[in-house]
């Protein structure tokens, strides 16, 4: 199993709007004849009008979220068969707005990862620490325990991603070091080493907090980043060219 390296997503969160897909085209435009993998996370609600705008292109498109069942009584939910039908080929799952907002726990997003996988969706699985989990030197144990807890054994041999987002570099301008990036990118491969084995090898490993076209190309180049998960910088076409120009 070979992953393509590296992979560029872009979370919009609640934000876009059908004016917004112009943004998409102008991206997908200016893309072509480019290798590089790239993918749009926008609310549900455009996924497929966003597929619709971007026939043909190699933008990929992901869900946000979706429920650990295919259907049933569950307002507001959504499900990986529903994102995947409408274009959806990639989901976020576990992202930090959500474990703090919704109680999601590590066994409720694996479970959502067993789902993505069931409904034929890529999962991107979450992991990150808050300032004061660093502060106090548990940076690494928080994540890696994020990552025993979030990846189902049936992840084995599937194409996935890991995104070490840090709560506090989310949305803020602040980001880790260099060496920390590093040093916390190391830990989640010798993590997924522990628990797949030599698939551990494959997955990439995506860093999420205020990547921006000023600090791309250093942390795109880091030790084991296999890529980036970009919120407000993935809105505008042009921000979001600039990192992956970075590539
Ligand atoms: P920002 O790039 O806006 O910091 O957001 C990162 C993120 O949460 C991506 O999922």
């Known amino acids: 199993m070979t992953i393509p390296r590296p992979l560029i997503a872009g979370n919009w969160k609640m934000n ?4 917004a897909l112009e943004e998409a ?26 597929r619709q705008a971007l026939l043909n292109s190699q933008v990929l498109i992901g869900g946000q979220d979706c429920h650990p069942e295919v259907a049933g009584p569950f307002t507001g939910d959504i499900s990986a068969e529903m994102l995947a039908e409408a274009g959806a080929v990639m989901v976020i799952l576990g992202h930090s707005e959500r474990r703090a907002a919704y109680g999601e726990t590590d066994d ?66 602040l980001t880790p070091t260099l060496s920390e990036i590093e040093e916390m990118h190391l830990a989640i491969r010798a993590t997924l080493g522990d628990v797949f084995g030599t698939d551990g090898s494959s997955p990439l490993i995506l860093y999420g907090g205020s990547v921006k076209p000023s600090n791309a190309a250093e942390i795109l180049h880091a030790a084991e980043v296999g890529g980036a998960l970009v919120g407000g910088a993935s809105l505008k076409a042009t921000d979001f060219l600039g990192i992956i120009e970075a590539v």
Request: charged share 15%; aromatic share 4%; with cysteine.
């Open 108 to 173: 409720r997003v694996a479970a959502k990862v067993g789902a993505a996988l069931r409904g034929g969706l890529e999962p991107i699985v979450c992991v990150g620490e808050t300032l004061d989990q660093r502060k106090a030197g548990d940076a690494l144990s928080v994540v890696t325990a994020q990552i025993r807890g979030s990846l189902p054994a049936t992840l084995a041999g599937r194409v996935f991603s890991v995104a070490y987002e840090p709560i506090w570099a989310i949305g803020t301008g």
């Open 16 to 19: 876009g709007s059908l004016a």
């Open 25 to 50: 085209r102008t991206l997908a435009a200016a893309l072509s004849g480019k290798s590089v993998r790239v993918a749009i996370c926008p609310p549900s609600t455009l996924v497929g009008p966003m």
